[in-house]
Structures are given as C-alpha cells and as structure tokens.
C-alpha cells in the first residue's frame, strides 16, 4: 500500500490547537457543521460546508476524512515558525461531537488518531532539508507532501544526508570567497583548509 505525506497545520477554526495535537495524538480540522461526516460523499460534505459559509474548505476536509489512510505520515508544523512535528496515522476518521461547536478554542470535530515519533519532540525547521521547508512554506491547512517521502523518510530514520550536503556546499562557498580574499591570513587559511581535506 502507497504511503502518503501530508502537511497539516495545527490550526483548525482559527486558533493553535499544537498542544492538543500532542497531549490527545491526534491532527484535526476546523469546519464544525454539526454532523458525523462517515459515509457522506464529497458533494454532500460540500453541501454542509456550503450552508456554513465554507464551502473553500472542501478540500482540507475531504482530505482528511476520505483522503488520508492508517500509516500516512503528517508533517505538523507549529505555528511558532520554529518547530515541526512528525506522526504516522492509525486511525480512520474520528468525529469529536463535543467539539463540533462553532466557538473560540473548540470547533474541530473532524479528527485523525496519529503517533507521533521523535517522543512528540519537535524538529527545527531550520534542520530539515531545503525542498521540504520549500513546501511547508504551503499557506493552505493540509497539502499533499508525499512527493518528499523520502526525505522525510530519512528524516524519521535520522539519515540528514541532504542537510548535512547543503551544509558542505555553504561551507566551500565560504572557502572559496575566502580564497579570494583581500585578507592574505584569511587566503592562507583556505588554502590549508583545501589542502587538508
């Protein structure tokens, strides 16, 4: 079976809900329309959405009610522009009736069970390699990332071979400007950083 990446942001019906995330292992959306949304299609989402005003959300919400599978992974980034979590689903859809109210600090319902690795700790995204943090730069709440799955598979299995090559790359370029230095210690230094290699 194909395993899919997903990105999700933590921020269903408009507020940070990252700690949630954490403490409950689950990822969520907002769009609370006041019913179980098992066994409707996406029209009939579209519909209920439609009556609410959010018919834009159709996409985040099918994707996690129809389009996303136990064993899917999920990119969570926080809202804190710093940290990123990594999870694996291991659940179907979930529907949190309690949570299907149209309120500050609740408003999604419609919900996914994951387990999160890494102890739940957070990522830098300073630290993950350039083509991933070039597509969480996505504004939208979910995206389909599986085009990265296996950087993000190296990620999980703790292989940084493509942050640690870009990191290489910065540094030759540092040498090599240092090479071309008006500065004689700093041209002697890169020389003998070269020659040492």
């Known amino acids: 079976m194909k395993v899919n990446v997903w990105l ?42 439609q009556k609410r005003g959010w018919e834009e959300g159709i996409g985040n919400v099918n994707s996690l009610v129809h389009g996303m ?16 979590y990594i999870g694996r689903i291991n659940s179907h859809y979930i529907y949190e009736d309690l949570l299907d109210k149209d309120e500050a600090g609740s408003g999604y319902p419609h919900q996914r069970s994951v387990e999160w690795y890494f102890n739940k700790q957070p990522l830098l995204r300073s630290e993950l390699p350039e083509e991933l943090k070039g597509s969480m730069r996505y504004p939208g709440t979910i995206a389909d990332l599986t085009k990265h799955y296996e950087i993000i598979l190296g990620v999980i299995n703790g292989d940084n071979k ?18 071309d230095s008006e ?12 020659l040492n290699r």
């Open 69 to 84: 599978n136990i064993g899917d992974i999920v990119v969570v980034p926080d809202d804190n522009k710093k940290d990123v």
């Open 183 to 194: 500065d004689p210690l700093l041209r002697l230094r890169a020389a003998e950083i070269i």
């Open 8 to 49: 999700v942001r933590p921020l269903p019906h408009g507020s940070n809900h990252m700690k949630e995330f954490l403490q409950q292992n689950r990822i969520a959306v907002g769009y609370p329309v006041g019913k179980n949304l098992v066994g409707l299609n996406y029209n009939q989402i579209r519909e209920l959405l």
């Open 162 to 179: 493509q942050s640690n090559s870009s990191l290489e790359e910065k540094a030759l370029q540092v040498i090599k400007e240092y090479l």
